[in-house]
């Protein structure tokens, strides 16, 4: 089951992700992964959660190792390396376990109308069915009997909204953008 301190730690470790960014010295190879085979999987996982087509060959990679942090796996980012247009991915994060090569997290950054921030238009459960229906239609917990637990603060100054459910042996964090109006960023715990 979800405890506070599970809430506290999965939300604690996806704001550091999302806030980190890409460092600019970057390793080749962190626990066997490369950097392109982790932006490939990357990549993969974009085109299945998110029906969108990214590619690597524009982008600047990289890794982060993850030793020293609160990561189960290594974290990959790839950023453009040109100037994003409206609609574009301009960067995809994953975290990715080494050995299964399983996605832990993943996240987009797409580029709203004319580059900026869309407006918040969607509802308190409109925001909630967009998250619950993306776990169902991804299989990302084992049933669909899942629960949602928490959601972030409806008025907090972060542009994605967070769901957290549980299916009492999984967890998953889901990051609706509201002006998107679609999921943007999932984490298993």
Known sequence: MFTMKKFAWLGTALLVFLLMGCSSSSP??????????????AAAAVRQYYQMDVDTTDREITLEDPTNSVYRGVPVHAVLKREPVSGDVHGFHAIIEPKSKQILSLSIDVIGINGEMATKTMTEADLE???????RSKNLLATNDFQLVKASDAHSNDAKRYFYYTDGLNDVAVGVDPGLQQVVTFTYD
């Open 129 to 135: 069915k967009t998250a619950s229906d993306f776990i």
């Open 28 to 41: 080749d190879t962190v626990h066997g992964l490369g950097k392109e085979e982790a932006a490939q999987i």
